[in-house]
């Protein structure tokens, strides 16, 4: 889950109920959003469905108290920021693997040139500067914080080059699926035209509990969280 808050993910806060995580992604990657059903499972109260007027995939999960903890922690006056625990949150490779897979790009070439980049311009500097020490503590991946100016506002992303991109590749590759792995170096990875990612998380074998069920499993998100407290997941 973690990875999808530093991503495309929004958490909503309804203003009562708690607040739900929204992920959305194109038709393309509807595998996607199907795998990281089956990890949340019963946090989510339905399964991923296809909008077909924006042709966009959509997965929410249910309103929890426990979302609106991470909600203040990753959000200040309406902005998504990067808390100054981040390395407490981000840990796990699988957390990486969300991020890339919803915020990463690649810059591959002929010959041997190839370049990764998290797409991390909601960021300000220093909270980019933060991450790569994060990154470089954590997981032994070196980056940059890199940026560029368009009408006159400095956007940023973290690069990840020659000195990073095999052990970043190394940590997440097994979890990238099939839709995503376009963005995997070809000569870093194994291949193979269809990839399922493992599953971590056991998964419940009711996803949706009956309308009016209270006790909501947290036992998954527990298990991913520093000190065992009900955050967040990859």
């Given at each position: 889950m973690?990875?999808s808050?530093?991503?495309d993910?929004?958490l909503?806060?309804n203003g009562?109920?708690?607040?739900s995580?929204?992920?959305r992604?194109q038709e393309a ?8 059903y089956?990890e ?8 991923p469905y296809?909008?077909h007027?924006?042709?966009?995939w959509?997965l929410y999960t249910r309103?929890?108290?426990e ?7 990753f959000?200040?006056?309406?902005r ?8 407490r ?9 969300v991020?890339?897979m919803e915020?990463?790009?690649?810059d591959?070439?002929?010959?041997d040139h190839?370049s ?5 311009n909601?960021?300000?500097r ?6 790569c ?6 997981f032994?991946v070196?980056?940059?914080v890199?940026s560029?100016?368009?009408r ?6 973290l690069y990840i080059g020659a000195?990073?991109r095999?052990?970043f590749v ?6 990238v699926v099939s839709s995503f792995?376009y963005?995997?170096p ?5 291949g ?5 990612p493992p599953s971590?998380?056991v998964?419940?074998?009711r996803?949706?509990?009956r309308r ?5 499993n947290?036992a998954?998100?527990?298990r991913?969280?520093p ?7 990859g």
């Amino acid at each position: 889950m973690i990875g999808s808050i530093l991503g495309d993910g929004y958490l909503h806060w309804n203003g009562y109920r708690g607040t739900s995580l929204e992920v959305r992604q194109q038709e393309a990657h509807g595998d996607y959003l199907q795998w990281l059903y089956r990890e949340l499972g019963e946090l989510c109260y339905r399964s991923p469905y296809l909008r077909h007027d924006n042709h966009q995939w959509r997965l929410y999960t249910r309103y929890l108290p426990e979302l609106t903890e991470l909600r203040q922690t990753f959000y200040q006056n309406g902005r998504k920021v990067v808390p100054e625990e981040i390395g407490r949150y981000l840990t796990d490779p699988i957390t990486l693997a969300v991020w890339f897979m919803e915020d990463g790009t690649s810059d591959q070439r002929i010959g041997d040139h190839c370049s990764l980049y998290l797409v991390t311009n909601c960021f300000n500097r220093s909270e980019n500067e933060q991450l790569c020490h994060v990154l470089a503590e954590n997981f032994g991946v070196t980056t940059a914080v890199h940026s560029s100016l368009m009408r006159g506002k400095r956007y940023y992303r973290l690069y990840i080059g020659a000195a990073g991109r095999e052990r970043f590749v190394k940590l997440i590759e097994p979890y990238v699926v099939s839709s995503f792995r376009y963005k995997l170096p070809s000569a870093l990875v194994a291949g193979g035209a269809k990839h399922e990612p493992p599953s971590i998380i056991v998964t419940p074998q009711r996803l949706i509990p009956r309308r009016g069920e209270i006790g909501v499993n947290f036992a998954p998100i527990k298990r991913r969280l520093p000190n065992g407290s009900a955050k967040s997941t990859g």
